[in-house]
Every structure is written in C-alpha cells, then in structure tokens.
C-alpha cells in the first residue's frame, strides 16, 4: 500500500491517504472475522460472537452490504434537522464565542481561521493568537451531495480498487486465510469508500468551499483529511491538534499516520510527544519534512486531585477497554473472548479474597458484556467513569491507551496496570509508570489465554497505595502537573 501511495500521481496518493485509516479497520476486522469463522468450534465465549450477528460476520457468511459507519456518512451526508439548523444560524446573531457555530456563508474563507472542532488543546491555542476563530461544523460540508468526478474520473477509481484489491488478496494469501466472499465484500466496500471520498473533495473544490486557514483536532477520520487536503491543494495553512492524550509512551507508527497528513503545523503537548512524533514520521511513506511539530504549553500549573480521604479500599474498579468486532483500530486491541476471560478470572480471584468489584464497560463497546458479571454477583457501573472513580480503592487497567486512564493520572488513586502486550513501550515510560502504577507482567499460552501471577496481581495491588510519583504523567502528558 504504501508502495502504491509512492508510485501512484499526487491525486491518487491523497486520496489513498484520505483512505487509509478507515480501509485499514476494515481490512483488519475482516481478518479478524475470517479467523473466527475458522474457528468457530474452538473460541469460548460463542453466544457474544454469533449470538449479537456482527455486521461483518453478516456480510461474510450471508453475503450483506452492511458497511462501517464512517461510510455510510460519506454515502448519506450528515443530515441535519432543519429546526436545529434554523437555531444555530440564529445563535449567530447573539452569541459569537467560540464554539458557537457559524454558517458558512457567513465567514471569509480566505481571510479567517476556520475551526472544525473543539477540545482543550484547541481552547490552549485560542488563547496563544488575537486573531478570531470561527467554529464550522461538519455538516455545512458532508451534507447529502450527488457524486461528482471533478476530482478523479470514475475509471481512475476503479483501476485504484483495483491496485488495493491485488495488494489485499496478496496479504490474505502470504498468511494463509481463506477469504470466501472477503474479497467481494472489499471490492464493493473499497469501491464505495473511493468514490464517496471523491465527490465530497470534488464538491469543496469545484464550488470553493475550502477554508484557507483551517484548524482541525485529530487527524483520524476521513471528514477531516478530506478538509486538509482540500485547504492544502488551495495553498491554505492547515493546523492539527493532538488528540485527548497523544502518544510519546508507546513506540509505533500509528500516531504519525494519524495526525500528520496534509498539515502545515500540529500541535502536541510535550517535548516527548514532539519528539516521539519526529522520530516516527522519519520511519514513515509520507513526506512529513514540511510540517512544524509544536508544544503548546500554556505553562499553567494544576494541582493533582486528591481523593484518597474519600475513597473505600476494598472497591476496586477494573475499566474494560472497547469491545467491537466490527471494527479493528490503527492500535489493535485484544480479542473479545480473549479480554473477557480475563476479565472474569481476575474478578473471581480478587473477590475470594474479599475486594468489592466493580466492572466498567468502555462506552463505545459494540458488544455488551455486562450480563457475564451481573450473572456472578458484580457490580456493573453505568455512569460516566469521571462521576464515579473518585471513591474506588483503586483502578485495574488492562489497556492504558484510553481516556479514563490519563484522567486516572490527574488524581493520587491507586492504579494496577495489567501489560497485555499489546503495547511497545516507551523504556524510559515503562521505567516512569513502575513509580506511579501497580504493574502485571503477563504471557499467552498455547490456548491464548492471557496467564498472570494472582500473587504479582494482589503484591501490585497492595504496592500502589504508596505509588503517587508524578514524573510519568508530567513528563509524558501533563507537564504542569503539580503536588
């Protein structure tokens, strides 16, 4: 793929560009379902997997177009409700700070910056600049359309698909998967997602509706290159933001494929995340030479939260990561039944000797695993993670690249993380979170279940009641962060 991106005329490079985060969780979802339908007899846990009829496993084994959400928008548009329509246009007229939104008509793309999302990192930006920054959100761009073939000819499409089919019937063959109606499904699925990426770029060309100086948050979805790239193509200045937490931990490619494309400038936190960022993008097929990474710090000092005078010892939240078998990240997670015994093991021994356990679902999981641990007696917590930690004896993670985990950071609660192995660490990070965080050593073993030392597991425990040193969060995240 990255070959083609390299070889192919700049028009198809962007576009493979555009498409390359939401091709690859597809591809690697299919795999995955591939893989269950293999070994359907062998894997626990069957009734999650064929009982809730995956949308993908749907269109392998019975032949359906159920495409990804992501798609899907690009097909429909973003539809909004005249009445709210009608009222955000009117709030123009009254309330004029951002992130009030603004209609398009009503801004000089040439001249002002246009923002496209909010965050906090963006709110730090807003105040580094005099300049105004106007709110615009995504719908005044992907709504409903036709197709168009202002920017690549239909036939260009189809020997592009083409080019990604070959590539991807290779990779399923050197790894010896049997595919079925995978590839018919990919080429339906890739067709769509190249054509319907093509006609929002050719309808913000064709009718000028680039923003000039264009602010965007994470670079991950399709809706957002599709705007870099467009601004980029008119000579505009693109700004990026990190995303909730950025990288710098972990050691991979995955951040810079991300956040790096068709900007002029990004803005990440730390010396470490800028570093980090340099260091992938050298090792990356994109040409990233021409963008400036800055640290946007504000040098604004917070205070740690301190909850221990309030917190039950013997609770102890263990906030699961997202379960979907319908998508596949950048960052892969573990295998549902894989994560879920898991799970279940350490509640059943943490609870024999006498810890309170409660269960955390991710909120974006597809797949609800609740009933497991409402079926053995435990507590499911259903409200937001920020509402409720707070008087817990302490937190298990088993994924740390989560939300809930950095906002675990900004607190002295005690934290066990569980290292799966689905992350390549950081030395010098993996040295740092042993002085702030429990942390479990773990294997798989020939069945692929997750082996750990339930005496490591209750030692961690009991060790991080003392951890509290700050040096991991302020050096990796939150430079500011203070005692």
Avoid at 467 to 474: C, E, H, I, R
Wanted: aromatic content about 12%; overall charge positive; glycine content about 4%.
């Amino acid at each position: 793929f990255y070959h083609l991106a390299n070889t192919s005329s700049s028009k198809t490079k962007d576009i493979l560009i555009c498409i390359y985060g939401a091709l690859y969780n597809e591809f690697m979802a299919i795999v995955c379902n591939l893989n269950i339908i293999k070994s359907k007899k062998r894997i626990s846990y069957n009734s999650i997997i064929h009982g809730q009829k995956p949308r993908i496993l749907n269109n392998l084994i019975q032949n359906d177009r159920i495409y990804p959400q992501i798609l899907n928008t690009l097909k429909n548009g973003l539809s909004e409700n005249q009445i709210k329509k009608y009222l955000r246009y009117s709030k123009y007229f009254f309330s004029r700070k951002f992130p009030s939104s603004y209609p398009l008509e009503c801004v000089d793309l040439k001249n002002d910056i246009i923002c496209i999302h909010t965050g906090e990192l963006i709110e730090k930006n807003l105040n580094t600049i005099s300049e105004k920054v106007f709110y615009i959100p995504l719908t005044e761009w992907f709504h409903p359309i036709d197709e168009n073939f202002y920017f690549l000819e239909k036939t260009k499409i189809s020997e592009i698909k083409n080019s990604i089919i070959s590539i991807v019937i290779g990779v399923l063959k050197a790894f010896n998967i049997k595919y079925l109606n995978a590839t018919k499904y990919l080429d339906d699925f890739i067709f769509e997602l190249l054509i319907n990426t093509n006609k929002y770029i050719g309808d913000i060309l064709k009718k000028k509706k680039t923003p000039l100086k264009l602010w965007t948050g994470s670079g991950g979805a399709i809706t957002t290159r599709v705007l870099r790239l467009t601004s980029s193509l008119n000579n505009g200045y693109v700004v990026g933001h990190d995303h909730s937490h950025g990288q710098g931990a972990f050691e991979n490619l995955i951040n810079s494929l991300i956040e790096i494309p068709f900007l002029n400038e990004f803005n990440t936190r730390t010396v470490v995340q800028k570093k980090m960022l340099e260091v992938e993008s050298k090792k990356s097929f994109l040409n990233t030479s021409s963008t400036e990474i800055r640290i946007l710090n504000d040098k604004e000092k917070f205070k740690i939260r301190n909850i221990s005078k309030i917190r039950d010892k013997q609770k102890i939240m263990l906030v699961s990561s997202l379960y979907n078998l319908d998508g596949s990240l950048l960052d892969p997670l573990p295998f549902v039944p894989v994560m879920l015994d898991w799970e279940l093991r350490t509640f059943a021994h943490l609870n024999k000797i006498g810890f309170s356990m409660i269960y955390k679902p991710h909120p974006e999981s597809k797949i609800d695993v609740s009933s497991y641990f409402l079926k053995e007696g435990y507590e499911v917590a259903d409200k937001k993670f920020e509402d409720i930690f707070n008087n817990m004896g302490g937190l298990i993670f088993g994924v740390p690249n989560q939300t809930s985990f950095f906002n675990a950071l900004k607190t002295d609660i005690p934290i066990v993380l569980v290292d799966l192995g689905f992350k390549q660490w950081n030395k010098e990070a993996l040295k740092l979170i042993k002085k702030r965080a429990g942390f479990v050593p773990t294997k798989f073993n020939k069945s692929n279940r997750i082996i750990f030392d339930k005496k490591i597991l209750e030692q961690q425990i009991k060790y991080s009641q003392r951890l509290n040193d700050l040096s991991f969060a302020k050096k990796f995240f939150f430079p500011n962060l203070i005692n």
